[in-house]
């Protein structure tokens, strides 16, 4: 199980998930049209977080390595074989 996902600035919002069946939405506002979507929420780079933690590749087109992200430390606080593991990168 995931617990957590972490970063080391300010600026980022911390997500904490709780044991069973959790989900991770867009919140669109009242103001919102027809034409707006729900990107730029974070879902792709929350999933992009957690990859990137548990090791996958960091190339250049990854969203994760923008200039304005470079120095940033993300960390998945996560359950594995029955231990209790932070990892960050």
Request: proline share 4%.
């Amino acid at each position: 199980m995931i617990h957590a996902i972490r970063c080391d600035q300010p600026s980022f919002k911390s997500i904490e998930f709780k044991p069973g069946f959790n989900v991770v939405l867009a919140i669109r506002t009242k103001a919102a049209t027809d034409k707006d979507s729900r990107n730029g929420a974070g879902k792709t780079t929350l999933v992009e977080i957690v990859h990137f933690c548990l090791g996958s590749s960091a190339d250049k087109r990854n969203r994760l390595m923008a200039p304005p992200l470079r120095g940033w430390t993300f960390a998945v606080d996560l359950d594995l074989r029955g231990n209790r593991y932070l990892v960050a990168r």
